[in-house]
């Protein structure tokens, strides 16, 4: 297999299960050095230690002191800084009245904020480079509100948002920023462990019921895979994407088109 991204240094937070961990795969099976990175060290190290060329950190990225002491790691450990992929985010649902504001914080802080300062930490060490990819996996909520789910989508919203901004910024230092908006993981752990619940509970339907509406809503007519995220991160961190920033590419079977 022709490696497309062979000797990058790639962090990617949230590394350590679901997408977070089939796109740490991918970056290695790429040619990448991968930090996987995330608040579960165990799961993080388990991830790391089935790479080729792997290492674990641990890190709430909404901490500031932490993320700038992941990227540290990164560099000391393998010389430079080529990708972040900004991967780390939770999903709480629920209706607006129920929400607490603690909660919504905590969506804020993980999502948008542990997004900036992320990218904050990662400019430091490419803006001297001269060159990087900074790239958040977002969601096809940050381009259209999601029922019941007002803290997510707000979440994914500002993310967009700063995709854009950092872009005009860092494009000077030949930094590109991108984002990568999927659609409905809907084989994944986040969906078969908890969303599915969520979204019966709070819609008034059964799981199976859940699943289908939302099938019903793709023009394709499939779940989103894993590996559709991961193309289009290896193409947006690859030299064939030297063109392009300030993106938000859907991968959403149709189902978003703006």
Not at 71 to 98: C, M, Q, S, Y
Not at 172 to 183: K, L
Not at 227 to 241: G, I, K
Request: glycine share 10%.
């Amino acid at each position: 297999m022709h490696q497309r991204l062979k000797g990058q240094t790639a962090v990617i937070t949230g590394g350590a299960q679901g997408l977070g961990e089939a796109l740490a795969q991918r970056l290695d099976r790429e040619g990448c050095n991968v930090v996987v990175a995330d608040i579960n060290i165990g799961a993080a190290e388990k991830v790391a230690s089935s790479l080729s060329n792997g290492a674990a950190f641990q890190v709430d990225v909404s901490n500031d002191v932490q993320v700038e002491k992941m990227v540290d790691f990164a560099v000391e450990k393998f010389g430079k800084l080529d990708l972040l992929v900004a991967n780390a985010a939770i999903l709480i649902a629920k209706p607006v009245t129920d929400f607490s504001p603690d909660e919504w914080r905590k969506m804020m802080e993980v999502n948008l904020i542990g997004y900036f300062l992320c990218a904050r930490a990662a400019a430091r060490v490419m803006i001297p480079q001269k060159r990087g990819n900074i790239i958040q996996i977002n969601s096809k909520s940050g381009k259209k509100g999601s029922y019941k789910n007002s803290a997510y989508a707000a979440s994914k919203f500002g993310g967009i948002g700063l995709t854009q901004s950092l872009a005009l910024e860092l494009a000077e230092h030949g930094i590109r920023v991108n984002a990568i908006c999927p659609g409905n993981l809907m084989d994944s752990p986040l969906w078969v462990n908890s969303l599915y619940k969520q979204y019966a509970r709070n819609q008034g339907l059964t799981e199976e019921e859940v699943r289908q509406k939302y099938l019903g809503q793709v023009p394709l007519g499939r779940t989103c895979h894993y590996e559709d995220v991961a193309n289009v991160m290896v193409f947006l961190a690859s030299d064939e994407a030297s063109y392009m920033t300030g993106q938000a590419i859907n991968v959403t079977g149709g189902q978003e088109m703006r």
